[in-house]
């Protein structure tokens, strides 16, 4: 896991290398075990490495033949793909994964990248072609932002390294702003810097040094044509072999590896699969709060974690760590964050960063597996509907009234959200509705400024976000809302999973998100992978006997709920009324002054929603890098 840096210029001569230490030592963080350089006639790499595969001998920028790279990241099948390229005649110095990427591209140029099984992002220098190649894994895990300007290129890990450089300015895009406000994430490529855009997951570019010209090429998608010929049991069986194998080549490393362990399915499983292949040396971080109930789920966590005969470590963040941490995370972030649980997950990762230099987590199964409550929402309404006027939208009829049912009591704990949904637009065509569903700003543009409102039109955002809601793949409801989560809002939470174990010099592995795992997911059925309604439906009857009984049975999902209302009302109050209290918050022109006061003065419970969190992470990223700048 590192940080990287390239600088691509139309003059004939190196850029110049006080400017690339500059900006790669914004991003030290990432890679604080080393670094290095090389320059080139028209380009420029930086690097800062953190030691994970061959300490000794994988340092970056790595050099074979007339090809040389920066990289970020692990390919998890690198001793295969080693092996295979071995029985071609090639050789290798070290045991590094760098390498084989490096002898992949010598044998199969762009091609290469599909046969990559990890999360990476890298820079390739191909003195041959005099291109650059940069690439970006399957799902976004790793990061990896660029800026067009006057004659040059500029790439880097994070978005703070960019706005180093004197020609990239700091400024507001006020469409990517929107989508935040709506979605708490950006659609695309979209950043919330004007100019700065990201290399999309499944994405390589090809930059023509010559030029400068790119050619984008998109190697992966998720694949929703239906696999009609397999049965459930076959389904189940891959499943299982499938995931063990993720978590068995994702605990290769040359450093102590551990697992993130919230007492949820998702990083339950992974902690108990990992176990298995590190039998009484797995050690396990949680989080959890003094709030009370609502705010801990340690429990669960211990009886996952003494089933496996894994060493527990757990953490509990305060208030007054919430005050002292949230600018500094915002500044690590690049963004908004997309939720508060962006706080408890740093405080694990710090924790865990004291004891391992590597962890595996739960993160994607939700968009996977269909693991969240909106789903079931949505299929309620659509079996009303279906049930009411005798009509099925989809191709397959997946859900009827009578089949969900049971798994309805899923639902408890979000009737005001179930109450919120229903409030207009009943029946309402599939897109619509669950616009309906993530629009977090749904009903409150009275929080913003008219001037802030006319810089956007509502109804193109609406069209960019059924564009991709509509994939023509994807004919069944069911299939439409994962798929959206998959490519949307799964960046999103990547990049805080990305950055809270980054800020930390962890690396954070995801076995979850195994392409091959995904594929196989998105081809099923939908009627398999949600039978009647059931959330994770196909993952329970997978591996659902590896867990401890309250585990599979917890109805009472909460996805790291942390306690900000009842701060608000003590050691929070204070530093929320100064933030959104403050002039510069008051005249930026984004919010209305009169409405913020009105929430902030509004019921404990509605104050600190996610409006609120909006709010507050949209000022202190305005003060950390649009006034600094």
């Avoid at 299929?379 to 049930?387: D, N």
Wanted: aromatic share 10%.
């Amino acid at each position: 896991m590192c940080g990287l840096i390239g600088l691509l210029t139309l003059e004939r001569r190196p850029p110049p290398l006080p400017l690339l230490r500059d900006m790669a030592e914004r991003i030290r963080h990432r890679g604080p075990d080393g670094e290095g350089h090389a320059l080139f006639d028209g380009a420029g790499f930086y690097h800062k490495r953190l030691s994970i595969i061959d300490p000794a001998r994988g340092q970056q920028p790595m050099t074979r033949g007339p090809l040389t790279i920066v990289f970020n990241g692990e390919i998890y099948n690198y001793i295969e793909l080693r092996d295979e390229l071995r029985r071609a005649g090639h050789e290798f110095a070290t045991d590094s994964d760098t390498e084989v990427i490096l002898a992949l591209y010598a044998e199969y140029g762009d091609e290469a990248v599909r046969r990559l099984n990890g999360m990476f992002a890298f820079l390739l220098h191909d003195a041959r072609r005099n291109v650059v190649i940069a690439a970006r894994d399957h799902f976004g895990i790793k990061p990896l932002y660029y800026h067009r300007g006057a004659g040059h290129l500029a790439f880097a890990s994070e978005i703070k390294a960019l706005l180093v450089h004197p020609d990239i300015a700091a400024t507001v895009d006020h469409e990517a702003l929107a989508d935040y406000l709506t979605f708490q994430f950006t659609l695309g490529d979209a950043t919330l810097f004007r100019g700065v855009r990201a290399v999309l997951p499944g994405h390589y570019h090809v930059v023509d040094l010559r030029s400068m010209d790119a050619t984008v090429v998109r190697y992966w998608t998720p694949n929703f044509a239906i696999d009609e010929h397999h049965t459930e049991a076959y389904f189940v069986e891959r499943v299982q072999w499938l995931l063990d194998d993720a978590v068995r080549i994702q605990l290769r490393s040359d450093v102590p590896v551990g697992a993130h362990l919230s007492g949820g399915m998702d990083s339950s499983l992974i902690a108990l699969l990992a176990a298995r292949h590190l039998p009484g040396r797995l050690r396990t971080f949680t989080g959890a709060f003094d709030e009370g109930r609502d705010f801990d789920e340690s429990d669960y966590a211990r009886e996952v974690a003494l089933s496996c005969g894994a060493e527990a470590f757990e953490v509990r963040p305060s208030a007054d760590e919430f005050v002292a941490l949230l600018p500094k995370l915002i500044h690590h972030m690049d963004h908004p964050a997309a939720g508060p649980g962006l706080f408890p997950q740093y405080m694990v990762s710090r924790l865990a960063s004291r004891h391992v230099k590597v962890v595996l987590g739960g993160q994607g199964g939700d968009e996977i597996f269909g693991g969240y409550t909106r789903y079931l929402v949505a299929y309620f309404e659509q079996a009303l509907k279906g049930a009411i006027y005798r009509t099925n939208e989809e191709r397959e009829h997946i859900v009827s009234l009578s089949s969900i049912l049971p798994n309805l009591p899923t639902m408890q704990q979000y009737v005001p959200m179930l109450q919120e949904f229903w409030r207009d637009g009943v029946f309402a065509p599939m897109h619509e509705r669950y616009f309906r569903l993530i629009n977090r700003g749904s009903g409150e543009t009275g929080l913003l400024c008219p001037e802030f409102r006319a810089l956007t039109d509502p109804c193109v955002q609406f069209e960019r976000f059924q564009r991709i809601f509509d994939h023509p793949d994807t004919h069944s409801y069911y299939n439409k809302m994962t798929h959206f989560d998959l490519v949307t809002s799964l960046p999103a939470l990547l990049q805080v999973e990305d950055r809270t174990s980054m800020a930390c010099s962890l690396e954070s592995r995801v076995p979850l998100l195994d392409h091959r795992l995904v594929d196989l997911v998105t081809s099923m059925p939908p009627v398999m992978k949600f039978r009647g309604g059931e959330l994770k439906y196909i993952l329970r009857r997978a591996l659902g006997s590896l867990l401890p009984a309250r585990v599979l049975e917890r109805k009472d999902k909460m996805g790291f709920p942390v306690p900000l209302d009842l701060w608000l009302s003590g050691p929070a109050r204070d530093f929320v009324a100064d933030i959104l209290g403050s002039a510069a918050c008051r005249t930026r022109g984004i919010f209305a002054p009169k409405e913020m006061d009105r929430l902030l003065a509004g019921p404990r419970e509605a104050r600190f929603g996610r409006r609120l969190w909006g709010l507050l992470n949209v000022e202190l990223w305005h003060r950390e890098f649009i006034d600094a700048h």
